[in-house]
């Protein structure tokens, strides 16, 4: 049975198990279906039951409620799903499209009165650094205490496997601290330079 810490963890999931079935793995990540409840999500009595096209998920509610409570988007824990090369790759995507919904955000004026559409983009924005930067959190967690990179437990998956293979670095604490603090410091830049009007 697969089990998801969160409905995003799992959706994120499905995205990267269609990604495998690609002709060219990997290239790209596209979404996986949107949750539709009654047809492909339906509630049980502890868990939302997620028909998803790679096979039947499963999200404990108190997993779920956790995970929004506590703003930590894919869940709590270790990923059981998703390997830690995953997440590095999952991570560089948000970053990606975060540089680019900021490029756009960036070259539009800035409105002289209240813009609801203005403020979406700009949280938008905002959301695609945080998750880059929690992406990368997911990774860190599989680094044992006082070691120095995800060990080979921490890759499960065929496309993990070969970013490693590419990249043998992409693992070590040292890297990911980078990356964390690359995700993090520019969204705390983008967010001090476009501070919300009081």
């Known amino acids: 049975m697969l089990i998801a810490r969160s ?4 959706q ?3 995205a990267l198990k269609l990604a495998e079935a690609e002709p060219r793995p990997g290239d790209e990540l596209k979404p996986a279906p949107p949750l539709e409840p009654g047809d492909n999500i339906t509630e049980g009595p502890d868990a939302w039951l997620y028909a998803s096209p790679v096979g039947e ?3 404990p509610y108190t997993s779920e409620r956790t995970t929004t409570l506590t703003g930590a988007h894919f ?3 270790q990923s059981r799903l998703i390997d830690a090369a995953e997440w590095v790759k999952v991570a560089h ?13 960036s070259a539009e004026p800035e409105p002289a009165g209240y813009d609801p559409e203005y403020r979406k983009k700009r949280y938008y924005v905002e959301l695609g650094w945080e998750l880059a930067a929690d992406a990368t959190v997911q990774a860190l967690r599989f680094i044992p205490e006082g070691a120095d990179r995800v ?3 921490g890759i499960w998956s065929t496309a993990g496997a070969a ?3 590419e990249d043998p670095h992409m693992l070590t604490r040292a890297r990911l601290d980078e990356d964390l603090e690359y995700f993090r410091g520019v ?12």
């Open 151 to 153: 060990p080979a437990s």
């Open 57 to 59: 998920i499963t999200v």
């Open 187 to 198: 969204l705390q830049d983008f967010r001090d330079f476009h501070s919300p009007e009081g």
């Open 163 to 165: 970013a490693v293979s």
């Open 12 to 14: 994120i999931y499905v």
């Open 7 to 10: 409905l995003w963890e799992a």
């Open 93 to 105: 995507l948000y970053g990606d499209r975060a540089i680019e919904d900021q490029m756009n955000f």
């Open 75 to 77: 869940g709590l824990g």
